[in-house]
Every structure is written in structure tokens, then in C-alpha cells.
């Protein structure tokens, strides 16, 4: 058991429904209990779909586990077969009916539907939603792709797009006008477009462009051994991603048209003096490792900021993602628990978050901006207007995203500057913002009060009552004291950096087991961390 409140990934038949919703012209079966079809939702609101997704539930209840379940199950893919027609029939079964243990497969099999009827094996209590998304795909296409002739022009596949992906919709759009605008046609998008007859001629293209490995790198896989189809290893997030996935189409097609970068102004706008101010700003990234590693690369490479954090939660993409922590000379977190992530942030005391829907409600409570580049996102990251993550446009899109929950360069200096300004002050947050965005709340407590709360541990983000457990033990352990004229001292430095100096302090003065820390404290631990 573990005791879990948020969760980053659903189960894997959530997986499975992205994988089905995204799909035309097939039906999934879904073995599960009554209640079970909240997961609609995700599809009609958040994604704001208008229709419902393509899945029947048998939605069994208590008095039916005395009974027939198989035949319930059996009934319901009856149904869904006279109702649809589909063109395929995907069956599962959710963690509840996995324990019943009817076999929606053999059931199904059993049926005799003039349709390809294709099974799930998907293990609620070990894997996730991920997971689900790639198991289904993966099943899908080998039980309807064979190999093929290939198509006269070159063509590819773009492989891993489905229903609830973060910014997928826009995405495919940007990137299938790219590889046009190469000379190479695309011949399938999968799952999200495709129909089961679209699948069985996966076949025909001449290689595969793998957008989403979290979704799709099995059929990429797959499809490599078994259609002889090689596939990009170059996910096109920011632009010199972006240069490199050209490079790569280039090198799998042969093509030698001229990409028009006339439209790309990230380059300019990161380089323009205005964002300078940029340089060196702490930013601590966590999403899925596909979107975490990009960032980290866009946030050293293209912006200029020093990542002071990276993660991601699902496991999957540990390795490269470890690899890439090593190489920046930071230390990986690979958790799928927010309250790790929560701590890592506090520690970290990064000037940015750039996390998914959680860390947004992480960097609210602590007061640091944070921009989403992962999922799992709310609402509101699934915008109306053209918003895509890859490609040139998407490079321009992820620019004005991260920059936007910063203050400006002159309202930063000018925050420091006049700081007792009614207008001005360190509380007052981004002026963009409505001057409503939270800041960090300094103790103003009078000296000689035990810095013992737990705004002192976290960079004065919490107030002392809702600090978690770990940091009151910390304090009680260390119990290190301000002067009035320390605290003072510390208040001239700019709020951003306010956090990390006082954290620097504490540690510096209980490393030398000081129990009062005074403005010479402070200064000695300056030079020390300086050194
Ligand atoms: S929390 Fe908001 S976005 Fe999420 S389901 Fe509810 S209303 Fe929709």
C-alpha cells in the first residue's frame, strides 16, 4: 500500500482509451465496474471533445459478482459490435476486473466478430497510463501491420500523437508542414487520426518519425524489426532539436529541400538584449522524460538558465534521463511522488519551475513562477488557438511561455531598487500578473526569535503550521538564531535570490556550530559559498 494523493499518470486502460479516442473507426471494450466511466471526462472536458470517446463499459456492479461477469462482458461486446460497427475491437480489463480474472481476450475470442478482435494485458498494479498508451498501440499495430511495397515518393509514419497528449493536436500539424515542406509526404499518424484500415498500411512508408517514445517507441521498435522501417531518434522540442531532426529526416530520406527558418524567432528573442536579465536564473524541471530532458537541454542551450533541478516520473525514461542530470552536474529524481518533488523544489530553491499541473500548485504554495511544458496538465493546456511545443513554431511558443511568469528585467531592478515603493515592494509579484501572483513571505519576526519556522528552512515559503514533518524535525535540530540586524541585512537581497541566501546561512552557521547568525554570518557565508 501507499498512500498517495496526486497521482502523475492514470492506470493503464487510461492509456488504452488515449490510444482508442485518438483512433477512428475502433471500439475498445473495457471491462470494469460501475463508476468506472469518469474517465470519459477526461476526454470531453479537459480535452473538450464532442462526442464520446469510443469505449464501452461493462459496468458491472456488486450483485453481479455472484453472477455471470464473462457473460456481462460477452454482452457488452455484442453490443458495441451491432452498435459501431468498428472497423477492430480493442478488450481490456480495469484494475477491478483484473482481479475477477474473466480473460476479456479468450471471452472475446470466443465470439466469433467478423472484425479483428485485438487483446490487452495490462497490469493495473505494476504499470500506469503510459504504459497503457504504448502496450495498446504496440498490440494494435502488430496484430493489423504486415510488411508492404513501399510508396514510389518517400514517405514516413508519424507514430505516437493520441487523444489527452499534451499539445499532440498541434504538434502533428507542425511537424507534418515541416516534413512537407522536406519533400517527404507522411503516410500514416498514429494513433491519433488513424483508423484500424490506416494501420494495416503502416507498412507502405519508408521510415517512421517518433514524436512521443512514451507512447510509441515499442511500435517504433517493433516496426524497425518487423517492417524494416528505421526510425528518428530525435525528438524536435526547441530549436536546436529541431535543427537536428531536420539533419536526421534528411539523412532517412535523402532529401535536400531548403527549410524555411524565416518564421523561427526564438533564436533573436533569447539573444536580444532585453533577455539578458535571463542569464543564470534557477530553474528546477520535472515532467515525463521526454518533455523534462528537452527542457533541460532548450533551458541550458537556448535560454541561458542554469538547471538546478531535473526529473521525471516515470520510469521509463530513467536511464537517458539520469544520463543527461549527470551531464549537467546535477543529481536525477526519478519519483513518482509529489512530495519528493515538493522537497527537491524547497531544497533546490530555484527562481523557476518548469513541471506539469502539479508543480503549478508546488510553485503557487512556495511563490515561484512556473511554466507547464509536461503533462498531466489541466484545462487550460489544451488551448483554443494554434499552440504547438515542436518545430520552429513550437520553439517560438515555449520562448514566450517560460518568459512570461517571470518579472521583467526592469521591474526586477527596480524592485530592488525601491523596495519600500507601495507599488514596488518584494510582495508585489509580476505587475503582468495583476500584482496578485504570491511572493514569498519573509518572517519579520524580530530578532532573537528562534528562526525555528519553517519559512526560515524554506525560504520563508510556508508559514510554520503547515510545514511538513521533515522540516520541523530539520529545525528542531538545528535551531540556528537571527539577529535583528542579520534579518535586516538580508531583506536588501533581492527577493529572488532571498531563499538561497538565507538557506546558505543556515547551513554555514551550523556547520560551525553557530547558534546566533549576525550580519558578519551572513557576510562570511557569502564569501564562503563565493569561493
Ligand atoms: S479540476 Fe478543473 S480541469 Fe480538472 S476536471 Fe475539474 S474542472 Fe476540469
Given at each position: 500500500m501507499k498512500l498517495t494523493l496526486w497521482t502523475y499518470e492514470g492506470p493503464p486502460h487510461v492509456g488504452a482509451m488515449r490510444v482508442a479516442t485518438g483512433m477512428k473507426g475502433l471500439h475498445m471494450v473495457l471491462h470494469a465496474p460501475q463508476g468506472d466511466t469518469y474517465a470519459d471526462l477526461l476526454f470531453t472536458m479537459i480535452e473538450r471533445r464532442d462526442h464520446r470517446p469510443p469505449v464501452s463499459y461493462t459496468t458491472f456492479q456488486a450483485r453481479d459478482l455472484g453472477g455471470d461477469t464473462a457473460g456481462l462482458f460477452r454482452t457488452a461486446c455484442q453490443d458495441a459490435y451491432d452498435r459501431f460497427r468498428p472497423e477492430a475491437l480493442i478488450v481490456a480489463a480495469s484494475c477491478t476486473a483484473e482481479l475477477i480474472q474473466d480473460d476479456p481476450g479468450g471471452l472475446a475470442e470466443t465470439m466469433g466478430l467478423p472484425v479483428p478482435v485485438i487483446p490487452l494485458e495490462l497490469p493495473s498494479y505494476q504499470r500506469k497510463e503510459n504504459f497503457g498508451c504504448d502496450e495498446a498501440f504496440l498490440q494494435i499495430a502488430r496484430a493489423l501491420a504486415r510488411p508492404m511495397a513501399r510508396t514510389d515518393a518517400v514517405s514516413c509514419n508519424i507514430l505516437g500523437p493520441t487523444g489527452?497528449?499534451?499539445r499532440h493536436r498541434d504538434d502533428v500539424a507542425e511537424i507534418t508542414a515541416l516534413l512537407n515542406e522536406m519533400g517527404v509526404a507522411v503516410n500514416v499518424t498514429a494513433p491519433m487520426g488513424a483508423r484500424p484500415s490506416d494501420i494495416a498500411r503502416m507498412g507502405t512508408a519508408h521510415f517512421n518519425v517518433l514524436l512521443y517514445p512514451e507512447t510509441a517507441e515499442s511500435t517504433a521498435r517493433w516496426a524497425e524489426r518487423e517492417l524494416e522501417q528505421p526510425f528518428t531518434r530525435t525528438v524536435p522540442l526547441g530549436t536546436l532539436a529541431t535543427r537536428a531532426f531536420i539533419d536526421e529526416v534528411r539523412a532517412l530520406s535523402g532529401s535536400t529541400r531548403p527549410v524555411d527558418e524565416n518564421r523561427l524567432r526564438q533564436p533573436w528573442w533569447a539573444s536580444s538584449v532585453d533577455s539578458t536579465y535571463l542569464t543564470g536564473k534557477r530553474v528546477f524541471i520535472f515532467g515525463d522524460g521526454t518533455h523534462a530532458m528537452a527542457a533541460a537541454r532548450i533551458a541550458r542551450d537556448e535560454m541561458g538558465f542554469e538547471v538546478a533541478g531535473l526529473g521525471c516520473y516515470n520510469r521509463e525514461q530513467a536511464r537517458p534521463l539520469r544520463a543527461l542530470a549527470r551531464e549537467m552536474g546535477i543529481e536525477a529524481l526519478v519519483t513518482d511522488d509529489y512530495l519528493d518533488v515538493e522537497r527537491a523544489i524547497e531544497s533546490a530553491q530555484p527562481e523557476m519551475i518548469l513541471g506539469t499541473q502539479m508543480e503549478r500548485h508546488i510553485g503557487k504554495r512556495l511563490g515561484i513562477p512556473c511554466a507547464v511544458i509536461s503533462a498531466?496538465?489541466?484545462?487550460?493546456?489544451?488551448?483554443?488557438?494554434?499552440?504547438?511545443?515542436?518545430?520552429f513554431e513550437g520553439a517560438n511558443v515555449i520562448f514566450d511561455t517560460w518568459v512570461h511568469p517571470l518579472v521583467m528585467g526592469l521591474e526586477e531592478h527596480l524592485l530592488h531598487m525601491f523596495r519600500e515603493d507601495f507599488e514596488f515592494h518584494d510582495a508585489a509579484g509580476p505587475s503582468h500578473h495583476g500584482g496578485h501572483a504570491p511572493r514569498r513571505q519573509e518572517s519579520t519576526t524580530p530578532a532573537a526569535q528562534p528562526a525555528a519556522s519553517a519559512a526560515a528552512v524554506s525560504g520563508g515559503s510556508m508559514p510554520p503550521e503547515t510545514a511538513p514533518a521533515h522540516l520541523q524535525t530539520d529545525l528542531e535540530d538545528t535551531a540556528v538564531v537571527w539577529l535583528a540586524c542579520a534579518e535586516s541585512e538580508l531583506r536588501k537581497i533581492p527577493f529572488f535570490v532571498r531563499g538561497k541566501a538565507r538557506r546558505n546561512t543556515e547551513a554555514f552557521a551550523v556547520q560551525r556550530g553557530l547558534a546566533r547568525i549576525s550580519v558578519d554570518t551572513l557576510y562570511e557565508a557569502k564569501a564562503h559559498y563565493a569561493r
Amino acid at each position: 500500500m501507499k498512500l498517495t494523493l496526486w497521482t502523475y499518470e492514470g492506470p493503464p486502460h487510461v492509456g488504452a482509451m488515449r490510444v482508442a479516442t485518438g483512433m477512428k473507426g475502433l471500439h475498445m471494450v473495457l471491462h470494469a465496474p460501475q463508476g468506472d466511466t469518469y474517465a470519459d471526462l477526461l476526454f470531453t472536458m479537459i480535452e473538450r471533445r464532442d462526442h464520446r470517446p469510443p469505449v464501452s463499459y461493462t459496468t458491472f456492479q456488486a450483485r453481479d459478482l455472484g453472477g455471470d461477469t464473462a457473460g456481462l462482458f460477452r454482452t457488452a461486446c455484442q453490443d458495441a459490435y451491432d452498435r459501431f460497427r468498428p472497423e477492430a475491437l480493442i478488450v481490456a480489463a480495469s484494475c477491478t476486473a483484473e482481479l475477477i480474472q474473466d480473460d476479456p481476450g479468450g471471452l472475446a475470442e470466443t465470439m466469433g466478430l467478423p472484425v479483428p478482435v485485438i487483446p490487452l494485458e495490462l497490469p493495473s498494479y505494476q504499470r500506469k497510463e503510459n504504459f497503457g498508451c504504448d502496450e495498446a498501440f504496440l498490440q494494435i499495430a502488430r496484430a493489423l501491420a504486415r510488411p508492404m511495397a513501399r510508396t514510389d515518393a518517400v514517405s514516413c509514419n508519424i507514430l505516437g500523437p493520441t487523444g489527452l497528449g499534451f499539445r499532440h493536436r498541434d504538434d502533428v500539424a507542425e511537424i507534418t508542414a515541416l516534413l512537407n515542406e522536406m519533400g517527404v509526404a507522411v503516410n500514416v499518424t498514429a494513433p491519433m487520426g488513424a483508423r484500424p484500415s490506416d494501420i494495416a498500411r503502416m507498412g507502405t512508408a519508408h521510415f517512421n518519425v517518433l514524436l512521443y517514445p512514451e507512447t510509441a517507441e515499442s511500435t517504433a521498435r517493433w516496426a524497425e524489426r518487423e517492417l524494416e522501417q528505421p526510425f528518428t531518434r530525435t525528438v524536435p522540442l526547441g530549436t536546436l532539436a529541431t535543427r537536428a531532426f531536420i539533419d536526421e529526416v534528411r539523412a532517412l530520406s535523402g532529401s535536400t529541400r531548403p527549410v524555411d527558418e524565416n518564421r523561427l524567432r526564438q533564436p533573436w528573442w533569447a539573444s536580444s538584449v532585453d533577455s539578458t536579465y535571463l542569464t543564470g536564473k534557477r530553474v528546477f524541471i520535472f515532467g515525463d522524460g521526454t518533455h523534462a530532458m528537452a527542457a533541460a537541454r532548450i533551458a541550458r542551450d537556448e535560454m541561458g538558465f542554469e538547471v538546478a533541478g531535473l526529473g521525471c516520473y516515470n520510469r521509463e525514461q530513467a536511464r537517458p534521463l539520469r544520463a543527461l542530470a549527470r551531464e549537467m552536474g546535477i543529481e536525477a529524481l526519478v519519483t513518482d511522488d509529489y512530495l519528493d518533488v515538493e522537497r527537491a523544489i524547497e531544497s533546490a530553491q530555484p527562481e523557476m519551475i518548469l513541471g506539469t499541473q502539479m508543480e503549478r500548485h508546488i510553485g503557487k504554495r512556495l511563490g515561484i513562477p512556473c511554466a507547464v511544458i509536461s503533462a498531466p496538465v489541466h484545462v487550460q493546456d489544451f488551448p483554443a488557438r494554434y499552440s504547438p511545443q515542436m518545430g520552429f513554431e513550437g520553439a517560438n511558443v515555449i520562448f514566450d511561455t517560460w518568459v512570461h511568469p517571470l518579472v521583467m528585467g526592469l521591474e526586477e531592478h527596480l524592485l530592488h531598487m525601491f523596495r519600500e515603493d507601495f507599488e514596488f515592494h518584494d510582495a508585489a509579484g509580476p505587475s503582468h500578473h495583476g500584482g496578485h501572483a504570491p511572493r514569498r513571505q519573509e518572517s519579520t519576526t524580530p530578532a532573537a526569535q528562534p528562526a525555528a519556522s519553517a519559512a526560515a528552512v524554506s525560504g520563508g515559503s510556508m508559514p510554520p503550521e503547515t510545514a511538513p514533518a521533515h522540516l520541523q524535525t530539520d529545525l528542531e535540530d538545528t535551531a540556528v538564531v537571527w539577529l535583528a540586524c542579520a534579518e535586516s541585512e538580508l531583506r536588501k537581497i533581492p527577493f529572488f535570490v532571498r531563499g538561497k541566501a538565507r538557506r546558505n546561512t543556515e547551513a554555514f552557521a551550523v556547520q560551525r556550530g553557530l547558534a546566533r547568525i549576525s550580519v558578519d554570518t551572513l557576510y562570511e557565508a557569502k564569501a564562503h559559498y563565493a569561493r
